[in-house]
């Protein structure tokens, strides 16, 4: 049994979201590509960029790529160093999550949350320079300036 205490692992936090997105169906019209984690197996592709901006509760923001492949799009972060962020890979999933309060700008928002039950939904007035996701206790707030999307937790 865990302690209340006791740390999530991100990794598990990003099991969490993927295993959601199939619960919901959300996954299954991605495209299959060969696997990362089985042999002679298959992974999804997504056609996003995943951003975790919060643990408790889990909330993923979607990003969408700019390229048909986002395992090689140059403007994703995933497989490169970020500060505190590296690639966190998933099984099942070909491309992966980040873990990071700052990431590329995109107008085209949406988010989803496993542990509020929320399926994927567009950011509210994602095009102006600032945006809310609500929560039970507060909200993500997310700022857009330089090109780049800052989340702040209220």
Do not use: C
Request: proline fraction near 12%; avoid cysteine; aromatic fraction near 10%.
């Amino acid at each position: 049994m865990r302690s209340r205490l006791m740390r999530t692992s991100i990794a598990d936090v990003a099991a969490q979201a993927f295993a959601y997105l199939e619960k919901t169906g959300t996954a299954a019209g991605w495209p299959e590509v060969p696997g990362r984690y089985k042999e002679r197996g298959t992974d999804r592709l997504a056609p996003f960029h995943f951003t975790i901006v919060s643990v408790r509760p889990i909330v993923v923001i979607m990003r969408p790529a700019d390229s048909p492949d986002p395992r090689h799009d140059p403007r994703s972060e995933a497989g490169r160093y970020v500060l505190g962020s590296p690639t966190l890979w998933v099984p099942g999933l070909a491309n992966g999550f980040e873990y990071v309060s700052s990431f590329p700008y995109h107008s085209d928002l949406s988010w989803f949350s496993p542990d509020l039950n929320q399926p994927p939904t567009p950011v509210g007035d994602a095009g102006k320079p600032g945006a809310d996701i609500p929560l039970p206790t507060g909200r993500i707030h997310l700022q857009h300036a330089d090109g780049r999307w800052q989340t702040m937790r209220f």
